[in-house]
């Protein structure tokens, strides 16, 4: 019998004799003939009496003046010594008088055994005796965040939007399809964003657009596609960000979402983009509504001479001191810088006009061929990703063909970058012009 509290292996062995023999002339045989094999050590009687060693088992039959059966050995050692053992007793070629063979055929893991039978027992345990409804760790997280997140969901206007807590109190806003985008921004710490609630913009949407500075965020699918062109039209949009094609804003990552605001385009290129030529309801004035994301115009010092002669007539001057007010009103003009010129757009030479050509090709795709000093094309992008190509860009560009508006950002980066020339489809709002950077467009 098996000692079930120490026992590790068990070797199976077979047993075939040329004669008839019984059970004890087996087990005499595999003491008698391991005697001293193994040293004192590994001495079958000796680890038997110490308990390393179970019971041996022997089973055998007579047939046709022939025996054979089988042989079990419980052990307590480890892989090495068991494995000794039995190599052990296959070395026993008698038994009794009788010509015997002894073959090890497997030696079972009686902890392998145990541990199934606990991998088995546990499947049920669980199943049986556990409520379905226990919640992990994660899942109560998320949770009290999702149960969060709720409550910070406020309603606008008499269309009751879903809309972040900080919707009335930002300067800038996100529009998004629904709810559930609402959410997800929520989740990440973005509390600007309302929702439409589908492709019927409420009223709500365009009376806050009138005063703020909106960015619509859609999903990548054709319902996005269609809210934005909606938004278009009854709505006073800035930019227009778009998730991954095929993916929905609910869905998106936080660094997903990051990168997708990142490449927001203006509005003015997304109206090119969809053929789009009524504008929506009056705008208001450029200054007060993008005074943060437009630099403003620099302090230009006018020609001082006119200022003087704009303002003499109305000054009461003695008429014995006129001559030296006039002389005065002269060396300051004098020393004053002239008056800025306006600078007129560069007309194409004809030796220049090998762009031509990238102009028609380019025209209505929407995308962007940024040049080298050679006129190659070093690479075609979508007009959207351009600002981001030319920040990191290695230096070799010398120039910028693409099918869109020149805005102000796209002019700052050129100059930063040493940019020669642009060519767009038309001009945006340019506050201020690096004489450094050409610009031209198909309309010129």
Not at 285 to 295: H, N, P, Q, V, W
Request: charged content about 30%.
């Amino acid at each position: 019998m098996q000692n079930v509290d120490t026992t590790k292996y068990v070797i199976y062995a077979d047993i075939t004799a040329e004669g008839i023999v019984e059970r004890p002339d087996v087990v005499g045989a595999i003491f008698g003939q391991t005697e001293g094999l193994l040293g004192s050590d590994l001495d079958l009687r000796d680890l038997q009496k110490t308990g390393r060693l179970g019971r041996i088992d022997v089973q055998i039959t007579s047939t046709g003046g022939k025996s054979s059966g089988t042989i079990s050995i419980p052990s307590s050692f480890d892989k090495v010594e068991t494995a000794i053992l039995a190599a052990a007793l296959e070395t026993i070629d008698r038994v009794g008088p009788c010509i015997a063979r002894i073959a090890v055929n497997r030696i079972e893991d009686v902890r392998a055994s145990k541990r199934k039978y606990v991998i088995e027992r546990a499947k049920r345990i669980l199943v049986e005796m556990f409520d379905e409804n226990i919640l992990e760790t994660e899942e109560i997280t998320e949770e009290i965040k999702q149960s969060v997140r709720v409550e910070e969901i406020t309603h606008l206007g008499k269309d009751s939007l879903p809309a972040g807590p900080n919707v009335l109190d930002s300067d800038a806003i996100l529009v998004v399809e629904g709810r559930a985008d609402v959410l997800n921004l929520l989740k990440y710490g973005i509390k600007n964003a309302v929702a439409v609630g589908g492709t019927n913009v409420p009223p709500t949407i365009p009376d806050l657009c009138a005063k703020k500075v909106v960015t619509a965020f859609t999903d990548g699918d054709r319902g996005g596609e269609l809210i934005i062109k909606e938004l278009l039209q009854v709505a006073d949009i800035d930019f227009v960000a778009r998730a991954p094609e095929g993916k929905s804003v609910e869905d998106m990552t936080q660094k997903e979402i990051v990168r997708a605001l990142r490449q927001k385009i203006p509005v003015e290129q997304v109206l090119d983009q969809y053929k789009i030529k009524n504008q929506p309801k009056k705008r208001r004035e450029i200054t007060t509504k993008r005074k943060s994301l437009i630099r403003e115009k620099p302090f230009c010092v006018r020609n001082i001479a006119e200022r003087a002669e704009a303002i003499a007539p109305r000054r009461v001057v003695p008429r014995e001191v006129q001559p030296k007010a006039v002389q005065i009103v002269q060396e300051v003009a004098a020393a004053a810088p002239p008056a800025p010129q306006p600078v007129p757009e560069p007309q194409p030479e004809p030796e220049r006009e090998w762009f031509r050509h990238h102009v028609d090709e380019l025209d209505g795709t929407l995308s962007a061929r940024i040049m080298d000093r050679n006129q190659n094309v070093l690479k075609e992008v979508a007009v959207r990703d351009l600002a981001r190509e030319l920040k990191e860009g290695n230096g070799d560009a010398n120039g910028v063909i693409f099918d869109g508006v020149v805005t102000q950002r796209i002019l700052d980066i050129a100059a930063e970058k040493g940019l020669e020339y642009l060519i767009g489809a038309k001009m945006g709002n340019i506050a201020k012009s690096p004489s450094c950077v050409k610009v031209l467009t198909k309309e010129a």
